[in-house]
T-cell receptor
Framework: GESVGLHLPTLSVQEGDNSIINCAYSNSASDYFIWYKQESGKGPQFIIDIRSNMDKRQGQRVTVLLNKTVKHLSLQIAATQPGDSAVYFCAETPNNNDMRFGAGTRLTVKP | DGGITQSPKYLFRKEGQNVTLSCEQNLNHDAMYWYRQDPGQGLRLIYYSQIVNDFQKGDIAEGYSVSREKKESFPLTVTSAQKNPTAFYLC??????????????FGSGTRLTVV
């Protein structure tokens, strides 16, 4: 989900379990969405994207679901690994000028 | 390999100093962006440029300045007018304004600390 204040929402999962990270986006006119992964001290890395004419898209071990009715996006990670530990945030494109980013969710994978 | 390079990785600024953060890309991207990231918060847009010799203010431009004299380069100056500059600064680029082929490509960031 989205953060409130200075503390990121956190999700802690056991290695091998599936993870689901949620994001509520703000603009109903947004038509392109991306999930990014950011490891500590590094820049965000692209994971997967989806356009608004789709409601599901799958990648390698990751799936993004889009529910435009409630403006909700989720990222599912299958068989979560320790290397998946990072902050994950969604981004939406409400216009042609810039992309808007959520605050992120911190995923911690326990061995 | 194509990419986007930010330097330095760590930067320390004294009170009242201006400092410049470098961002260079060899992706032939038209658009470039500067974001600020504070702990526990999302990315906030400082400035963006869709084309050489043109740039626009983002949400938190006060105390910052940029230039875009070359397509490859988009340096950010943090001026003494920025009262709380300690943060992680991220530069990004995209093939076209808004989204690009895969959204934005980010640099590895510069951590600026006021001492």
């Amino acid at each position: 989900g989205e953060s409130v204040g200075l503390h990121l929402p956190t999700l802690s999962v056991q290695e091998g379990d599936n993870s689901i990270i949620n994001c509520a986006y703000s603009n109903s006119a947004s038509d392109y969405f991306i999930w990014y992964k950011q490891e500590s001290g590094k820049g965000p890395q692209f994971i997967i994207d989806i356009r608004s004419n789709m409601d599901k898209r799958q990648g390698q071990r990751v799936t993004v679901l889009l529910n435009k009715t409630v403006k909700h996006l989720s990222l599912q990670i299958a068989a979560t690994q320790p290397g998946d530990s990072a902050v994950y945030f969604c981004a939406e494109t409400p216009n042609n000028n810039d992309m808007r980013f959520g605050a992120g969710t911190r995923l911690t994978v326990k061995p | 390999d194509g990419g986007i390079t930010q330097s330095p990785k760590y930067l320390f600024r004294k009170e009242g100093q201006n400092v410049t953060l470098s961002c260079e890309q060899n992706l032939n991207h038209d658009a470039m962006y500067w974001y600020r990231q504070d702990p526990g918060q999302g990315l906030r847009l400082i400035y963006y440029s869709q084309i050489v010799n043109d740039f626009q203010k983002g949400d938190i431009a006060e105390g910052y300045s940029v230039s875009r004299e070359k397509k490859e380069s988009f340096p950010l100056t943090v001026t003494s007018a920025q009262k709380n500059p300690t943060a992680f600064y991220l530069c990004a680029s995209s093939a076209s304004s808004g989204r690009g082929i895969k959204g934005y490509t980010f640099g590895s960031g510069t951590r600026l600390t006021v001492v």
